[in-house]
């Protein structure tokens, strides 16, 4: 519609211009009240373009800010769940690293606990959605500055320290596997010697970083706080 107005007008100052029963000023004056026509209608042509480009995009910011609230209320369960996890791994490998001499592990409690000590636990995140948005170069559309910035620092910053202390726990626990797989022997067709390799200094040595995971807790918990803060101004954002 706005082009077709331009071009009307525009045919419009060439007929005048070029018409010689105007006099000059006749023509300068019509020139002027056309080109501020003209001027006008671009103007509210990028106007109504870019009231519609805006709208759209915080729709977009809408639809994506919507999805990364169930993305993060996921993860947060899974958060949960895994520093239960690690609080259990805490209590097994503080069990036996604070074990005497000569006394010899439960084999109750090695039983109660068997799932913490063979298993590894780390976050797998949900932020596909993220890295999606991100990558598009829209992270910038959202307007509410704080919001912005707290998602930028929980999947910048908050999330890869929390994997990179997992990481390391990880490793550890990973020797603590290595050294029951290579030493362990069946001493019956029932028994092993189970009981003697977790006695060992080298098992002890192990168990005595993995009886302590506070790193790892307490990323968990900056995580989780993070995360409930965004969910909290995303409600804000759309109540």
């Not at 209320?73 to 895994?82: A, F, K, L």
């Not at 604070?98 to 797998?124: E, G, H, I, M, V």
């Not at 603590?176 to 022997?185: E, G, P, Q, R, S």
């Amino acid at each position: 519609m706005a082009e077709d107005e331009i071009a009307k007008h525009s045919r419009k100052i060439y007929k005048t211009w070029f018409n010689k029963e105007l006099t000059i000023w006749h023509k300068i004056s019509e020139f002027l009240i056309e080109i501020t026509i003209i001027v006008f209608a671009v103007t509210i042509s990028i106007w109504f373009h870019n009231m519609s480009e805006h709208k759209h995009q915080q729709e977009e910011v809408k639809q994506f800010l919507s999805g990364l609230k169930a993305d993060l209320e996921q993860d947060i369960r899974e958060m949960e769940n895994d520093k239960e996890s690690y609080q259990k791994q805490s209590v097994i490998f503080t069990y036996l690293s604070r074990l005497k001499l000569n006394q010899k592990p439960n084999r109750d409690t090695l039983n109660a606990y068997s799932n913490w000590l063979t298993n590894t636990t780390a976050l797998n995140p949900n932020d596909g959605r993220f890295q999606g948005f991100k990558s598009s170069g829209k992270i910038g559309t959202i307007e509410n500055d704080s919001l912005q910035n707290d998602i930028m620092d929980l999947y910048e910053e908050n999330i890869p320290a929390l994997l990179h202390s997992t990481d390391g726990y990880i490793r550890i626990k990973t020797m603590f596997f290595d050294l029951i797989a290579k030493n362990t022997k069946r001493l019956t067709d029932s028994t092993d010697n189970m009981i003697d390799i977790i006695k060992s200094d080298e098992s002890v040595n192990l168990c005595r970083p993995l009886s302590s995971p506070a790193q790892v807790l307490e990323r968990y918990d900056l995580c989780i706080q993070l995360m409930k803060r965004i969910i909290a101004r995303i409600d804000q954002e759309y109540s």
